[in-house]
């Protein structure tokens, strides 16, 4: 299992960027995932996340701001980000979960400044 997280770099404030995970995996559709990220610092937390049913779920301080999606057919997942934040710079971590098992990309760095 390979998933391969890209779209990260450097924006300024009110800008946006989108990222993507794009997963080697087999029954992708079966998978409920995720963005999570980790800022100097801190620990790692919940951004947003979609199940196999596409029920989507987002953490209070990205509401409105932030879409998260997925294309089976293309087995990737996406972060749209919108209105960015200094305090939305991380790194950005995609996240698959079934049954008993989950897999971690690799993160892409995302720094909001002017």
């Known amino acids: 299992v390979q998933l391969q997280a890209s779209g990260g770099g450097l924006v300024q404030p009110g800008g946006s960027l989108g990222l993507s995970c794009a997963a080697s995996?087999?029954?992708?559709?079966?998978?409920?995932m995720g963005w999570y990220r980790q800022a100097p610092g801190k620990q790692r937390e919940m951004v947003a996340t979609i199940t196999y049913g596409r029920y989507t779920n987002y953490a209070d301080f990205v509401k409105g701001r932030f879409t998260i999606s997925r294309y089976n057919s293309k087995k990737s997942l996406y972060l749209q980000m919108n209105s960015l934040k200094t305090e939305d710079t991380a790194v950005y971590y995609c996240k698959f979960w079934r049954d008993n098992s989950e897999y971690w990309g690799q993160g892409t760095q995302v720094t909001v400044s002017s």
């Open positions: 995996i087999r029954f992708f559709g079966a998978y409920s």
